[in-house]
């Protein structure tokens, strides 16, 4: 595996890839370029100037976090053909920069969710925390402005002021979608890249839904082991895969992580590794990588992924907010370098007791 670390770009981030650079076991990042918005095709150019800078620092690419799908898509309104063209544009270029995985999500107008970007643990640290008894009493276009003001004046992955600033638009172009149709949208785009993918040898890795439930009435199809065996199958190349993200298929308890991880063999082609502790059914916050600290067993998640021999880019998610640190929520470099380091140790050990053949 690659151990690595999301970096949002140069003015995006508080984090620079010299400090990532000194993370140790680090070797990569996961990137994007911040600024292009859902449904542009990206420019060559820029690709490649992102590429020679992550290099510059002695780093390299390994992969996209996100290439964001335009609702269109989604939705499957009538002009998606022409942000699927963009989107396969994109792939191209990407191809021929030599980046071969790209992580993307079909949650229609929301990205991840949480009603609390800064809630207070018992070491006095925050984290991100999600509520369903307070979601349910937001209304969505308020949801927008809670998260913004607690982002830390950092624009957060996914929620792009521009088409928040249309949300009410949005939920009517999803009126008539339900989990059905996003499902057959969802294997239309899929069809329609495969061959570009096959062609560049690009990895595609669907992220799970955020919480792994529908919010705000919309729909939400990636949530669960039956619902990623069925988009697998639908479009059965070995280039349609997914992130494996723990923090989001285990905000549902009653998803069994090692049991996923062996169902989805082989088609796991990123790994965001995270811990969360449950308080109820809908209601959970973030916590420290230690499996101790939360409700996730980080040594069994990371143990199936190495006895199914995972060798794709790994990265720990969302961190606490630390030592007076100030950065985008769940992404100021401590924590996520603490995580980074436990996770790294578990695959050492891993390593020398079950040695690969
Ligand atoms: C949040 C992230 C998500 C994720 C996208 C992938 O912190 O996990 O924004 O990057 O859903 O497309």
Redesign the pocket.
Known sequence: MDMTM?WFGTGYDSVTLQQIRQVPGVTGVITTLYGTKPGEAWKREDIHALKAEVEAAGLTIKGI?????HDAIKAGTPDRDKYIRNYIATLENLGLEGIDMV???F?PVF??TRSDLAKPRPDGSTV?AYDDAVISKIKPDEIFDSMEKKSNGFV????EPERMATIRHLFAVYQDVDNEKLFRNLQYFLEAIMPTCEKYGIKMA?????PAWPVFGLPRIITNKENILRMLKAVDSPYNGV?L?T??LGSNPDNDLVDIIHAVKGRIHFA?VRNLQYNSHGNFQEAAHLSRDGSLDMFAILKALYDDGFDGPIRP??GRAIWGEKAMP??GLYDRALGAAYLNGIWESLEKTYPRK
């Open positions: 999301r976090e996100s290439v964001n799908i992580c993307y999500n949650m990205d991840w991100l957060l992955p996914g929620w669907i992220h799970p839904d955020d992130t993200c923090g989001s965001h998610d969302h769940g992404y």
